[in-house]
Every structure is written in structure tokens, then in C-alpha cells.
T-cell receptor
Framework: GAVVSQHPSWVICKSGTSVKIECRSLDFQATTMFWYRQFPKQSLMLMATSNEGSKATYEQGVEKDKFLINHASLTLSTLTVTSAHPEDSSFYIC?????????????FGPGTRLTVT | DQQVKQNSPSLSVQEGRISILNCDYTNSMFDYFLWYKKYPAEGPTFLISISSIKDKNEDGRFTVFLNKSAKHLSLHIVPSQPGDSAVYFCAVNYGQNFVFGPGTRLSVLP
């Protein structure tokens, strides 16, 4: 089946530094990818919709200058957490919509655990 | 091997009737379960959740039932409305793990 990978799976960084998380669709093209943030025992929070070749659409309350999203190709979207702070520590998940498949085919990555010290 | 299964890829229901979406999981240690709804070209939105200490959680037209012994949960929508037509994902949260099922496409017919 379709696979979405995320790299890294976990990362620890110091406060003030930037971290880049990659989301790749391994065997299909994804015009649209989504980035989420998740806290334990809580629902996923959609952060932004990433569209290949255009600017990402951010949800209300999500700082676009802090969470930089780049969707440079049909198989890769990146989320960069800039000037990370401890409150940015969270589990970040991406999902990718299969452009060539039925409209509801969406596949989730395994997530990236970010810890900011 | 899928940890979260939704064996029905699609379901059609008449408007006003009950929709029942099913989800099975393999790990008895999973302790928190969620349902998401997704429209085309949009990200999934949270619908309802249930903790393993409960067997039922209700929110308006949506009820989630959890059968821990069978490792099975279901989402009931009653009455079903055309606007409920979407893809529904079952998900589990266990510690740092968060796993989605493959989704079931619900079509509510007028």
C-alpha cells in the first residue's frame, strides 16, 4: 500500500535553533499534504495545508513565520520549526493525499517527536 | 501488518437512517481512540474520541462504542445526513504512537 515517511522520527534540539521535518510520499504523487500537531490524549490539530508549487495555507492561530512549510515537489513537503522553544515540543504528523487516486485516499506518516530543551 | 483496520472501504446509507462505521485494532494496550472525518482536498477534522476506561461516548448525533475484549470500536451516526458523506478515519493514540486506519467512505443518499 501507499507509504508516507517522515524524517526524522524524533529530534531533540536546543531552544532558539531551527528544526526541519521532512514528509515524503514514497510511491505516489501528492499535490496536497497536511501538517498536524498532536498532544497526548488529544486530537490532531491541523496546522496547515501544503500545496505543491504554491504557498501553504495556515490554520487560524498557527504562526506561518514560525512554522515554515515548503512543498517543492510532488513527493516532498518540509516543515521547519524556526527559533524553537520548549512549548513547541510536540508530535508532528504529516499526511499526503494521493493525487492519482480516489479523492479520499489519504495516508499518514508515522510522526516526528520534537523535544526542545 | 496493520494495527488499525477498517475493513469496509465504503458504505452507503439512506438519509435519516443509522450509519455504523467499524474499526478493529490489534494491540490491547491501546488506550485512547479517535474518529476523524475528511472531505476531499481537506485535512481530517476531529469528530469524537473515547478512552479505554469507557465503553460509550456520545456527542449529538455521533456515538462511539468501544468493546475492549473484542478490540473493536464503532461510530454510529443517527440520523444520517447528506452532509455526513465523507471519509471516516479511526485512529488510536498509545503513548507516543498515533496510528490511523485506512478510512471508510460514507455516502448518505438523499
Amino acid at each position: 500500500g501507499a507509504v508516507v515517511s517522515q524524517h526524522p522520527s524524533w529530534v531533540i534540539c536546543k531552544s532558539g535553533t531551527s528544526v526541519k521535518i521532512e514528509c515524503r510520499s514514497l510511491d505516489f504523487q501528492a499535490t496536497t499534504m497536511f501538517w498536524y500537531r498532536q498532544f497526548p490524549k488529544q486530537s490532531l490539530m491541523l496546522m496547515a495545508t501544503s500545496n505543491e508549487g504554491s504557498k501553504a495555507t495556515y490554520e487560524q492561530g498557527v504562526e506561518k513565520d514560525k512554522f515554515l512549510i515548503n512543498h517543492a515537489s510532488l513527493t516532498l513537503s518540509t516543515l521547519t520549526v524556526t527559533s524553537a522553544h520548549p512549548e513547541d515540543s510536540s508530535f508532528y504528523i504529516c499526511s499526503a493525499e494521493n493525487t492519482g487516486g480516489r479523492s479520499y485516499e489519504q495516508y499518514f506518516g508515522p510522526g516526528t517527536r520534537l523535544t526542545v530543551t | 501488518d496493520q494495527q488499525v483496520k477498517q475493513n469496509s472501504p465504503s458504505l452507503s446509507v439512506q438519509e435519516g437512517r443509522i450509519s455504523i462505521l467499524n474499526c478493529d485494532y490489534t494491540n490491547s494496550m491501546f488506550d485512547y481512540f479517535l474518529w476523524y472525518k475528511k472531505y476531499p482536498a481537506e485535512g481530517p477534522t476531529f469528530l469524537i474520541s473515547i478512552s479505554s476506561i469507557k465503553d460509550k461516548n456520545e456527542d449529538g448525533r455521533f456515538t462511539v462504542f468501544l468493546n475492549k475484549s473484542a478490540k473493536h470500536l464503532s461510530l454510529h451516526i443517527v440520523p444520517s445526513q447528506p452532509g455526513d458523506s465523507a471519509v471516516y478515519f479511526c485512529a488510536v493514540n498509545y503513548g507516543q504512537n498515533f496510528v490511523f486506519g485506512p478510512g471508510t467512505r460514507l455516502s448518505v443518499l438523499p
